[in-house]
């Protein structure tokens, strides 16, 4: 995903703190796929993945630096620290997430409690925008589709 003329909005109060909505080619969310990545750790309302792809975070760097122009133009006084980028990445869940499995080159509907920690996955993540709490700021991914890989 190009990250060429993309913006948020000027901050609005959310339950959280702030919030600048993501302004992209009239999209209101940002929609990335993820290369390959290891599961780390699997929750009822998250997944933590180990990204070892220098693209991909050479990708969210990009991002952060956009962050980082947004988050010293409209709130220059504030003095919260941006998420830090390394191998880990944890995603939500949304009730419209959908989970498959590929398995003997079929693929086959599934669910994130059937994910297992080592296996390998892929997915279709979404951000609405960069948030602002009272210690960081930065983004929030949900997933839209995820795929585990399976022999």
């Keep these: 995903m190009s990250l ?4 948020y909005e000027k901050p609005f109060r959310s339950a959280v703190g702030q ?4 302004i992209n080619n009239k999209e209101e969310f940002l929609v990335i796929t993820t290369p390959l990545m290891s599961i780390v750790e699997i929750q009822k309302d998250f997944i933590i993945l180990r990204n ?27 003095k919260q620290f941006q ?10 869940f949304q009730s419209t997430s959908s989970f498959f499995e ?6 086959y509907i599934s669910s994130p409690m059937s994910f ?3 296996e390998k996955c892929k997915l279709l993540i979404n951000t609405t925008g960069i948030w ?3 210690e960081h700021y930065g983004n929030t991914w949900y997933i839209k589709q995820a795929i585990v890989l399976r022999q």
């Design 19 to 22: 919030m600048g909505k993501v």
């Design 52 to 78: 070892d792809s220098v693209d991909f975070t050479n990708w969210l760097k990009k991002l952060e630096k956009i962050n980082s122009a947004w988050f010293k133009h409209y709130l220059p006084k504030n």
């Design 83 to 92: 998420t830090d980028i390394n191998s880990i990445f944890k995603v939500s």
């Design 132 to 134: 602002v709490n009272k």
């Design 4 to 7: 060429e003329n993309f913006l």
């Design 102 to 107: 590929l398995k003997d080159d079929k693929t």
């Design 116 to 118: 297992n920690k080592g």
